[in-house]
C-alpha cells in the first residue's frame, strides 16, 4: 500500500500537469513553425513562433491559419500558413503597379517591408492590363476565380484578406481568396530574441 502511495504521490501531478498542458495548447495557443520564405524579411523558413488562439485579430496582424480547402494545391489537411492581415471584414484593398498598398483609400506605409524593391517585384499581375492600374480585390476575384466572390472591392462579413511580407515568392490571398474566420488558428507571436520582432507583434498600419 505504501508503495502503491508512493507511486502515486508522482503519478498524479503527471498527469494533471499534462492535463493542463493539453487544455492550454488545446484553448491558449500552439507552437507553430513557419514553412517557407514568404514571410520574410521578417519570419524566417523553419523560424518557430507563438499563436495565441485567444488574441484579437487586427489589421496588420500576422496569423496562423488551416489552409486546407483554401489553396487549392493544399492536400494536406492539418497543413497551416503564416500571413499578414491586410484587409478586414468590411474593407477595400487596392494594390498599385508600383507597389503602393491602399486599404478604405488610405496608403498604408508597409514599414515591414525593407525596401521599395520588395513591394514592387511582389505585385502581383492576373494579365497585362493590370501591369499598368494595379489589382483590386474585384479583379483577382474575377480574374483568379476564386471560391468566395467579392463585390465592391469590399472584404465581406467573417472573412480576411491576407499577403505574404516576402510578395514575389508568397503563395497567398491574391492566388486563392479570402480567408473565413473558422479557419483562423491564432495570432502570431515573436520570441523576444527574434529579429524583426516589433514588425511582428507589435506593427500597427
Given at each position: 500500500m505504501k508503495t502503491f502511495k508512493s507511486i502515486m504521490s508522482w503519478v498524479v501531478p503527471?498527469?494533471?500537469?499534462?492535463?493542463?498542458?493539453?487544455?492550454?495548447?488545446?484553448?491558449?495557443?500552439?507552437?507553430?513553425?513557419?514553412?517557407?520564405?514568404?514571410?520574410?524579411?521578417?519570419?524566417?523558413?523553419?523560424?518557430?513562433?507563438?499563436?495565441f488562439k485567444t488574441s484579437k485579430i487586427k489589421a496588420g496582424s500576422v496569423v496562423v491559419f488551416n489552409a486546407y480547402g483554401l489553396d487549392p494545391n493544399?492536400?494536406?489537411?492539418?497543413?497551416?500558413?503564416?500571413?499578414r492581415v491586410i484587409g478586414m471584414p468590411g474593407d477595400t484593398v487596392r494594390y498599385t503597379s508600383s507597389g503602393k498598398l491602399y486599404v478604405n483609400?488610405?496608403?498604408?506605409?508597409?514599414?515591414?517591408?525593407?525596401?521599395?524593391?520588395?513591394?514592387?517585384?511582389?505585385s502581383f499581375m492576373a494579365n497585362s492590363h493590370s501591369?499598368?492600374?494595379?489589382?483590386?480585390?474585384?479583379?483577382l476575384s474575377h480574374?483568379?476565380?476564386?471560391?468566395?466572390?467579392?463585390?465592391n472591392n469590399t472584404v465581406p462579413k467573417g472573412y480576411y484578406f491576407v499577403l505574404g511580407d516576402h510578395r514575389s515568392v508568397s503563395n497567398d490571398g491574391r492566388y486563392w481568396g479570402l480567408v473565413p474566420k473558422s479557419k483562423m488558428i491564432g495570432v502570431v507571436k515573436a520570441w523576444p530574441w527574434q529579429n524583426r520582432k516589433q514588425y511582428?507583434?507589435?506593427y500597427q498600419p
Amino acid at each position: 500500500m505504501k508503495t502503491f502511495k508512493s507511486i502515486m504521490s508522482w503519478v498524479v501531478p503527471i498527469a494533471i500537469g499534462l492535463i493542463i498542458a493539453l487544455l492550454i495548447r488545446q484553448f491558449w495557443f500552439t507552437m507553430v513553425k513557419v514553412d517557407g520564405t514568404s514571410m520574410q524579411p521578417n519570419l524566417q523558413n523553419n523560424e518557430r513562433v507563438v499563436a495565441f488562439k485567444t488574441s484579437k485579430i487586427k489589421a496588420g496582424s500576422v496569423v496562423v491559419f488551416n489552409a486546407y480547402g483554401l489553396d487549392p494545391n493544399q492536400t494536406g489537411k492539418n497543413a497551416v500558413y503564416v500571413k499578414r492581415v491586410i484587409g478586414m471584414p468590411g474593407d477595400t484593398v487596392r494594390y498599385t503597379s508600383s507597389g503602393k498598398l491602399y486599404v478604405n483609400n488610405k496608403l498604408v506605409k508597409q514599414t515591414y517591408l525593407k525596401n521599395k524593391y520588395q513591394q514592387t517585384t511582389g505585385s502581383f499581375m492576373a494579365n497585362s492590363h493590370s501591369k499598368f492600374t494595379g489589382w483590386t480585390l474585384n479583379s483577382l476575384s474575377h480574374d483568379q476565380g476564386w471560391a468566395k466572390s467579392v463585390t465592391n472591392n469590399t472584404v465581406p462579413k467573417g472573412y480576411y484578406f491576407v499577403l505574404g511580407d516576402h510578395r514575389s515568392v508568397s503563395n497567398d490571398g491574391r492566388y486563392w481568396g479570402l480567408v473565413p474566420k473558422s479557419k483562423m488558428i491564432g495570432v502570431v507571436k515573436a520570441w523576444p530574441w527574434q529579429n524583426r520582432k516589433q514588425y511582428i507583434n507589435n506593427y500597427q498600419p
